[in-house]
């Protein structure tokens, strides 16, 4: 393929990452389906194919590709080991590069509720809502009519606005009621933690069923606050040394836990929270190794 068609794919590569991420919540799946896509590109050069908007055909491609993953998945993740939570973009709060890119990122709290969606209902969402393509193209994708795939849209959205979490502040607010509830959490005091939790606050952990996460979400305020005092006692009793870095986890205010426990086993953590009207509305803990090897590897 001539370096230039090569040289335009790399251009788009980032926003069909972007695109990708955003329906499949997995920076791996995102690779194979932007990988996928360039195959797809290259056969349609190959065969003389007349691609006026790149940009546009790519996203519609990648659609394509990922509604086929989502089919798929759901039949793995509804057998997942229990609760799932998306792969965190994690970067430290001193990086002015990475700070610039995690403004375009898409939110933890966002990503959990589209994983409650019907795969047609996330890809109509995702490509309308967030990319800005046309019904008509989403239709294509869909393999159904313009109507269906508004409604497919419609009925997402309604679904998003039921199920997300309040994440209303700015990230200023959010660090500072993260730290909050981590020193409330770490002190062993009940009430001023549950004094930061919102009353309908939920805590969810993923463990991918090798690390111990809770294979439910814990809701309210007062088992919310029960279940982190407890946490933090085990660390305290367990951990033999440990560090908390204040990260950007999705774009909003976040910590990366690392340390070892005293039987040699590791612990590795991203936790970040959703937070409205000053107080936390959600607590996201991914703790499974197979969705941290980025984070890793920093």
Same mark, same amino acid.
């Given at each position: 393929?001539?370096?230039?068609?090569?040289?335009?794919?790399?251009?788009?590569?980032?926003?069909?990452?972007?695109?990708?991420?955003?329906?499949?919540?997995?920076?791996?799946?995102?690779?194979?389906?932007?990988?996928?896509?360039?195959?797809?590109?290259?056969?349609?050069?190959?065969?003389?194919?007349?691609?006026?908007?790149?940009?546009?055909?790519?996203?519609?491609?990648?659609?394509?590709?990922?509604?086929?993953?989502?089919?798929?998945?759901?039949?793995?993740?509804?057998?997942?080991?229990?609760?799932?939570?998306?792969?965190?973009?994690?970067?430290?709060?001193?990086?002015?590069?990475?700070?610039?890119?995690?403004?375009?990122?898409?939110?933890?709290?966002?990503?959990?509720?589209?994983?409650?969606?019907?795969?047609?209902?996330?890809?109509?969402?995702?490509?309308?809502?967030?990319?800005?393509?046309?019904?008509?193209?989403?239709?294509?994708?869909?393999?159904?009519?313009?109507?269906?795939?508004?409604?497919?849209?419609?009925?997402?959205?309604?679904?998003?606005?039921?199920?997300?979490?309040?994440?209303?502040?700015?990230?200023?607010?959010?660090?500072?009621?993260?730290?909050?509830?981590?020193?409330?959490?770490?002190?062993?005091?009940? %009430?001023?933690? @549950? =004094?930061?939790?919102?009353?309908? +606050?939920?805590?969810? *952990? /993923?463990? !991918?069923?090798? $690390? #111990?996460?809770?294979?439910?979400?814990?809701?309210?305020?007062?088992?919310?606050?029960?279940?982190?005092?407890?946490?933090?006692?085990?660390?305290? %009793?367990?951990? @033999? =040394?440990?560090?908390?870095?204040? +990260?950007?986890?999705? *774009? /909003?205010? !976040?910590?990366? $836990? #690392?340390?070892?426990?005293?039987?040699?086993?590791?612990?590795?953590?991203?936790?970040?929270?959703?937070?409205?009207?000053?107080?936390?509305?959600?607590?996201?803990?991914?703790?499974?190794?197979?969705?941290?090897?980025?984070?890793?590897?920093?």
């Amino acid at each position: 393929m001539p370096s230039l068609a090569v040289d335009e794919f790399e251009t788009e590569r980032p926003h069909l990452l972007s695109v990708a991420y955003r329906m499949l919540g997995s920076h791996a799946e995102a690779e194979d389906a932007v990988q996928e896509a360039w195959l797809r590109y290259h056969r349609a050069r190959d065969a003389g194919d007349d691609i006026q908007d790149l940009r546009g055909w790519l996203t519609t491609v990648t659609g394509r590709i990922c509604l086929d993953v989502l089919k798929s998945a759901r039949v793995r993740r509804e057998a997942y080991p229990g609760q799932w939570l998306p792969e965190p973009v994690v970067s430290r709060l001193d990086d002015p590069a990475e700070r610039v890119t995690q403004r375009q990122e898409v939110s933890l709290a966002l990503l959990v509720v589209l994983e409650k969606l019907a795969p047609e209902q996330r890809v109509a969402v995702v490509l309308h809502d967030a990319f800005a393509v046309p019904f008509e193209e989403i239709a294509e994708v869909l393999h159904t009519s313009v109507a269906a795939a508004r409604q497919h849209a419609s009925r997402g959205r309604k679904a998003i606005a039921d199920g997300q979490a309040r994440n209303t502040a700015d990230r200023a607010e959010q660090s500072r009621v993260l730290e909050a509830f981590l020193t409330a959490a770490a002190d062993g005091d009940l %009430r001023a933690l @549950a =004094a930061v939790l919102a009353p309908d +606050v939920v805590t969810i *952990g /993923d463990g !991918g069923g090798v $690390v #111990s996460a809770g294979r439910n979400p814990v809701f309210g305020a007062d088992k919310v606050a029960r279940f982190w005092v407890g946490v933090f006692g085990r660390i305290e %009793r367990e951990v @033999a =040394a440990m560090s908390v870095e204040p +990260v950007l986890v999705n *774009g /909003d205010a !976040g910590v990366l $836990v #690392s340390g070892r426990y005293a039987d040699g086993r590791e612990l590795l953590s991203v936790l970040s929270v959703a937070v409205a009207d000053g107080r936390v509305t959600a607590v996201y803990n991914q703790l499974n190794p197979a969705k941290l090897g980025s984070v890793a590897d920093r």
